[in-house]
Nanobody, 123 residues
């Protein structure tokens, strides 16, 4: 089992920045990918970014490439999402997720999820 707790959401003006954190506990050594997803009102949950827990390769959705950066601190079992140049369309609940196997790639089929943190970007 892996437990995930997100923090760092809030209200920010367009063009501003936020950093989300995801603290992982439990069998974190089993994580293959750690990812961030988001869900806006009335929309499907979508992939935002992912990182290999061992090795550090990173992956991004086209909509956030160049603005968001995913990183990790293995010693603290924490994953971060630095979000810069935020836009109103980035408004969503952001979820941290962990995947303990490599099949199906980095953007789907995650098996552990946090509760989510709200990010609101005002225009």
């Amino acid at each position: 089992q892996v437990q995930l707790v997100e923090s760092g959401g809030g209200l920010v003006q367009a063009g501003g920045s936020l950093r989300l954190s995801c603290a992982a506990s439990g069998r974190t050594e089993r994580s293959y990918y750690m990812g961030w997803f988001r869900q806006a009102p009335g929309k499907e949950r979508e992939f935002v970014a992912a990182i290999r827990w061992n090795g550090g390769s990173t992956y991004y959705a086209e909509s956030v490439k160049g603005r968001f950066t995913i990183s990790k601190d293995n010693a603290r079992n924490t994953v971060y999402l630095q979000m810069n140049s935020l836009k109103p369309e980035d408004t969503a609940v952001y979820y941290c997720a962990a995947k303990t196997y490599s099949t199906s790639g980095y953007s789907q089929s995650y098996n552990y999820w946090g509760q989510g943190t709200q990010v609101t970007v005002s225009s």
